[in-house]
C-alpha cells in the first residue's frame, strides 16, 4: 500500500482542521446572510473557497472576466469538485448542480449555502419545472454555473453538452419581463500543471473526480500533493435572444470550450505563484 511522505499527512491534517474552524465560524454567518441580505450573500463563499484553493494548494490563473451584462448564465466543462472552488473563488456565484448532492453530509448544507439550485437531470419529465427555477435566478441578477457536461470527465477530453438546462434562458425570455436577451459566457477549466511542470495525459485524472469516485480520499490526495495548476479561461459571450435555439447555443457554447481546452492543454501558460492572476 503506498505511503505518502510525512511533511504531506502533516499538512494534510493541518489543512482540514483549518478548513473544519472555518467552516464552523462562517456557516452561521452565511446562514445570517441568506436570510437577511447582510453581509452580502456571495461573499462567505468566495472568501471560503479562496481558503479552500490555498489550503489544497490550487494556483488559478484567470485569463478575461465573466461578462457584466445580466442576466448571466455562465457554462463551463466539468472535471473535479475542485472546478466550484476555482470559479467561487473569481467572482460571487450560484451553481447548478446534481440533487444527490443536498443530502451529502456537510457538502449538501455547504451546496445550499451558496444558493444551488438542484436538478434532477435524469428525469426528463421535470426538466421543464428546473429550467423555470433557474430562469428565476437568473432573473433576479444571480449569475449561476452550469457544468453543461452533466458529471465529471477525466480532465483529457470533454463529454458531449447537455442542452436541456439551457432552456432556463428560453424561460427566462418568456416570462414577459422585457428581457431582450440572456446572455450566455462560455468558460473553460483545465488543470496544467503538477508543481511546476505541465502535466501530460497520464498525471491529468490527479486533478478529476470521476463518477462514483470516493470524495474524502481524493480531497485528501489533493492536500497531500498539493502545487497545482488550473487555468480559467472566460470566453466571448454568446446572446441567447427571443427565439433562440437551445440546441444552437449549446453547440456554440460546446465548440468555443473545446477548442479552448485543446489549446490549453497543448500550451500551458507558465506557473506562477499562488493566488495569482493574470488577464
Known amino acids: 500500500m503506498a505511503t505518502h511522505p510525512l511533511p504531506g499527512r502533516i499538512r494534510a491534517s493541518l489543512a482540514i482542521a483549518a478548513v473544519a474552524c472555518t467552516t464552523l465560524v462562517g456557516i452561521p454567518i452565511q446562514m445570517l446572510a441568506v436570510k437577511t441580505g447582510f453581509p452580502p450573500p456571495g461573499l462567505i463563499p468566495r472568501l471560503w473557497h479562496r481558503m479552500a484553493l ?61 444558493r444551488t439550485v438542484f436538478v434532477e437531470r435524469e428525469r426528463r419529465r421535470k426538466s421543464g419545472e428546473q429550467a423555470s427555477a433557474l430562469a428565476r435566478r437568473l432573473e433576479a441578477g444571480d449569475v449561476m454555473v452550469l457544468f ?17 438546462l439551457f432552456g432556463a434562458a428560453q424561460h427566462a425570455l418568456g416570462n414577459g419581463d422585457g428581457l431582450e436577451r440572456v446572455v450566455i459566457q462560455p468558460v473553460t477549466i483545465a488543470y496544467t500543471r503538477l508543481h511546476g511542470m505541465p502535466m501530460g495525459r497520464q498525471h491529468r485524472p490527479h486533478a478529476a473526480w470521476i ?25 466571448e459571450p454568446i446572446a441567447f435572444e427571443p427565439g433562440g435555439d437551445r440546441k444552437r447555443i449549446s453547440r456554440a457554447a460546446e465548440e468555443q470550450i473545446r477548442r479552448k481546452l485543446a489549446d490549453v492543454l497543448r500550451n500551458p501558460a507558465p506557473s506562477k505563484h499562488a493566488g495569482s492572476t493574470s488577464r
Open 211 to 235: 463518477g462514483d469516485s470516493d470524495l474524502v480520499p481524493h480531497i485528501g490526495s489533493l492536500i497531500t500533493e498539493g502545487g497545482m495548476d488550473a487555468e480559467v479561461h472566460f470566453g
Open 54 to 114: 490555498k489550503l489544497l494548494g490550487i494556483r488559478v490563473h484567470v485569463h478575461g472576466r465573466p461578462e457584466q451584462a445580466r442576466p448571466l448564465m455562465i457554462v463551463a466543462n466539468h472535471v473535479s469538485w475542485s472546478d466550484i472552488c476555482v470559479l467561487g473563488a473569481i467572482a460571487e456565484l450560484s451553481f447548478v448542480a446534481k440533487s444527490d448532492m443536498a443530502g451529502w453530509p456537510l457538502f449538501g448544507l455547504l451546496a445550499k449555502l451558496q
Open 148 to 164: 453543461a457536461e452533466g458529471t465529471t470527465s477525466d480532465g483529457n477530453v470533454m463529454l458531449p453538452f447537455k442542452s436541456t
